[in-house]
């Protein structure tokens, strides 16, 4: 919000004539607007994206636009390779970011689940840095071995075929099912779990490389257990599900609670 309301600001200053603060500072720009439309692109193409689908061709071509002006960031990466240099004596931990591709995000937070807060030097986007998954499944196409979450639009880096998530599943689940002896295959239970993330009304939870990801959004680092309430297996949070409800049976729990009360 303060970005896009900064952004705001200075866009009411320039049609105004009134700007002054910008004269000479091109990088400082390039970054306001770079970080602006990191959100706002993620907004258009997650959040939203059911309502800007058939805006999809125009919101590419902006990026691709916002994306020209990277030599902008790496003059000022080159720049401040001091500060980077201090922050990493400090004992910070410096990863390549998630916007602008450069070694300058610094780590705020390290999850438990491998997942980090990170904030970017260079170009000032904070962002949350998922663990990479590199377990690969072959392309429905060419079989060449495809690492699906780590390549753009899951496209195969051959043959460029774009691997659909049913299909991502479906190989990731046989993955699933041979690497761990100890899986839920054993008993009766459901070996993948409900994602509360997307609330999809399919099982597209698995575990791979020690971690719960869910194939359809990507989501990952939750914990996933049985709801006692409906018997969904379910990610969310532990504490949550286990005192009140998972996104299964919430709304349902909610009622129940609603009802009781009101017959008090
Ligand atoms: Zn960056
Ligand atoms: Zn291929
Ligand atoms: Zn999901
Ligand atoms: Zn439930």
Known sequence: MNNFKALGEHRNQIVHFAHTGFSGKETE?????????????KLLTNNWADIFTNYIGS????????????NFLKAKFDLIQDEVEIEKNRGNRIVSCT?????????????SWGGEDIECLV?????????????SIPCSNCNKEVKYFMVKDHKCTECQTELASEYALEKYTEIYQEQDPET???????PLAYCHKCQIEKQTVLNLEG??????????????????????????DVEAIRYFACHRCEEEVRKNYVDTWENI
């Open 29 to 41: 720009v390039v970054i306001e607007h770079w970080v602006s439309w990191f959100h706002l692109h």
């Open 59 to 70: 919101i590419d071509e902006i990026d691709v636009k916002v994306k020209l002006n990277h």
């Open 99 to 111: 916007s602008c591709g450069l070694e300058s995000a610094k780590v705020l937070k390290s999850h």
């Open 123 to 135: 170009c000032d986007v904070k962002d949350l840095k998922l663990k990479a998954i590199e377990i």
């Open 184 to 190: 839920r295959y054993d008993d009766e239970a459901d």
């Open 211 to 236: 971690m719960w990801v869910c194939v359809e959004c990507e989501d990952r680092g939750w914990a996933a257990l049985d709801c006692e309430n409906c018997d969904s297996f379910v990610t969310g």
